[in-house]
């Protein structure tokens, strides 16, 4: 199947007093996508922090206290995800979750579900300052691709979409779409995402789908200001939008942005466009570097 419809969530961070409240917006948001004949959800980076206002603002107020806590709903959050997965027949990038590891530490993980149950997840793999200095999020080691109904999907996970071995390795290994959830909390970073994602796109003449928080939550440590525009991201080339942005959200309130994606067209710029950057990516380490001495 090389066709599917993509929805990326501009997703607003919640506020519940029990577990039934999030429930009922979560199966909401995947309803109205599928109304849509969405068949692939990808929400964002870190969405699921809303979950920590379930916990009082003594947890909702301190960053370690909060990773801990939400570790209590992890189960019933996966449940969930599998559960509205399986009933509307969709694929569901879920919100990424900080998942405590044997060790002790917490890596922020991106779980992808089908009407199967979990198809695999993607740890992102290059943190920030925030989550290494402040939150003391561990990074994640292994560069995935997850075998899907689609084809081959790889997880950029926000700042890892800044790095382009993680995209060519993941598209590489047989990936043309490239799923990239976010959080961030200023326009310019935002916009280094979406750079980031752009670059991916035009450099591997792939799909590319970033999906944000979106809103304010000021009772919220972590996630208290996000800002974004929920975008799908296209090559450059004969085919596709000049500017490579197919469709984008609007900059004032969350929702679905929603594209068909003919993942054939992928193969096809890669053989007839304008430019093979893909097929050329290896040209550039058979050049000579300049002269380092001074």
């Not at 990326?8 to 979560?26: C, E, H, N, R, V």
């Not at 084809?151 to 390795?169: L, T």
């Not at 080339?237 to 490579?244: C, E, R, S």
């Amino acid at each position: 199947m090389s066709k599917v419809k993509v929805a990326a969530a501009q997703y607003d961070i919640g506020f519940f007093k029990d577990w039934s409240q999030f429930t009922d917006k979560l199966t909401q948001w995947v309803a109205e996508a599928v109304e849509e004949k969405a068949k692939l959800l990808v929400f964002p980076e870190y969405g699921s922090m809303e979950l920590a206002s379930l916990f009082g603002e003594a947890v909702y107020k301190d960053l370690g206290k909060q990773l801990h806590s939400m570790q209590d709903v992890y189960a019933d959050w996966q449940d969930l995800h599998h559960q509205l997965s399986k009933q509307y027949d969709v694929m569901m990038l879920a919100s990424t979750f900080p998942v405590l590891q044997e060790d002790g530490t917490f890596r922020n993980r991106a779980n992808l579900y089908g009407p199967d149950g979990l198809i695999g997840f993607q740890d992102k793999l290059i943190m920030t300052r925030f989550e290494n200095e402040q939150w003391l999020i561990h990074p994640g080691q292994q560069i995935k691709v997850l075998d899907t109904d689609v084809g081959r999907i790889g997880i950029n996970i926000c700042y890892d979409s800044e790095f382009p071995m993680i995209a060519y390795q993941q598209v590489n290994a047989g990936a043309d779409l490239i799923l990239a959830p976010s959080c961030t909390d200023t326009q310019a970073g935002f916009h280094r995402v979406r750079i980031g994602c752009q670059a991916r796109a035009l450099e591997n003449q792939c799909y590319v789908v970033q999906s944000p928080t979106f809103g304010e939550a000021r009772w919220s440590e972590a996630v208290d200001v996000n800002t974004g525009r929920a975008s799908i991201y296209t090559p450059v080339d004969y085919g596709f939008p000049d500017n490579g942005i197919l469709i984008e959200g609007v900059a004032d309130k969350p929702g679905w942005v929603c594209a068909d994606l003919d993942l054939a067209e992928i193969a096809r710029v890669r053989q007839e466009g304008q430019v093979f950057n893909y097929r050329d990516w290896p040209l550039q380490h058979k050049l000579s570097g300049p002269d380092q001495t001074r």
